[in-house]
Nanobody, 123 residues
Framework: VQLQASGGGLVQPGGSLRLSCAAS????????VGWFRQAPGKEREAVLC????????YYTDSVKGRFTLSRDNAKNTVDLQMTSLKPEDTATYYC?????????????????WGQGTQVTVSS
């Protein structure tokens, strides 16, 4: 059972990136999937989540209208599309999966975690 986040990189302010969270050993479409980020010197922050009904829940208002999630069941992935990126979005981004049908209120309820992928927004 494994999760792997990928797709990070360096992008200019206002640019876009698409991160992917791939699962092996279990079906991601039967799990709620959350994305988290941690900037240097800061605590990990919950960003947004997609539940098993494919509703997207935002944990932080700063990404509303700019970030969204989608499932690709054929690839067994959940993709994070990020647009209008800002320097303050710079962080290591992590995906995690939960057995809960709805998006949990705490990251303690996410069972599987992927390694992070670095996103740097800078000119």
């Amino acid at each position: 059972v494994q999760l792997q986040a990928s797709g990070g990189g360096l992008v200019q302010p206002g640019g876009s990136l698409r991160l992917s969270c791939a699962a092996s050993g279990f079906a991601l479409n039967s799990h709620t999937v959350g994305w988290f980020r941690q900037a240097p010197g800061k605590e990990r922050e919950a960003v947004l989540c997609i539940n098993t009904g494919d509703d997207v829940i935002y944990y932080t208002d700063s990404v509303k209208g700019r970030f969204t999630l989608s499932r690709d069941n054929a690839k067994n992935t959940v993709d994070l599309q990020m647009t209008s990126l800002k320097p303050e979005d710079t962080a290591t981004y992590y995906c995690a999966a939960s057995h809960h049908f709805g998006c949990p209120n705490t990251d303690l309820e996410f069972t599987f975690w992927g390694q992070g992928t670095q996103v740097t927004v800078s000119s």
